[in-house]
């Protein structure tokens, strides 16, 4: 026998276990070696003796069946797979949106806070204000005008002499030391 003939058998044999038509794989590989050899049991093939009882037909129809049942199975697995990944993916969102929410909750809160702080900074400053001024208007009332304490000019400030231009040449140091001509 050669490794085409083996391969062949082998793969009817883990068909025939797979459609059911045998109960076990010693049974498959038997049965799978008649169909390919053509050794007769009891002096026919497996074929003619399923043909006899109408049982060749019938496992078409059941082949054929269980193919489209695998193939809708396969086709429920890969939907619901895409299904378990749009709900991972929307779980996913949803965390990262509560996070997100959380985040932004706590952010608002310090805010909140600190704008509390200010309005109470602007208050205080605003109570500050409020003494100044009537610290003010107090001292404005009790304090009598500058006029009063102004006292007349007894000895009038003298204009300085102004230097006349002869003074001023022989005061000029850049003449006398000659730092232009340096």
């Known amino acids: ?15 025939l276990k797979d459609l059911r038509l045998a109960s076990s794989m ?11 050899l053509g ?13 006899e ?6 496992t ?7 193919t489209t049942e695998i193939k809708e199975a396969e ?4 939907s619901m797979a895409d299904f378990k990944d749009a709900q991972t993916k929307d779980e996913l969102n949803s965390l990262d949106l ?8 706590e952010q608002l809160q310090k805010q909140r806070s600190e704008l509390e702080r200010i309005q109470r900074e602007i208050e205080g400053a605003k109570q500050q204000l409020e003494q100044a001024k009537q610290v003010e208007r107090r001292f404005e009332r009790q304090t009598p005008p500058m006029q009063q304490f102004a006292r007349p000019e007894e000895n009038p400030v003298k204009p300085r002499p102004t230097l006349s231009e002869e003074e001023k040449k022989k005061s000029d140091l850049s003449r006398i030391f000659n730092f232009g001509k340096r």
Do not use: Y
């Open 98 to 105: 509560t996070q997100e929410t959380n985040r932004v909750t």
């Open 1 to 15: 026998m050669d490794a085409a003939t083996v391969e062949r058998i082998n793969n009817l044999a883990k068909n």
């Open 75 to 78: 086709r429920i697995v890969t």
């Open 26 to 36: 010693d049974e498959a590989l038997q049965r799978a070696r008649e169909i390919i």
């Open 60 to 66: 078409e129809k059941t082949a054929v069946q269980e």
């Open 39 to 51: 050794t007769q049991s009891e002096g026919k093939t497996l074929k003619e003796a399923f043909e």
């Open 53 to 58: 009882e109408g049982m060749l037909e019938d």
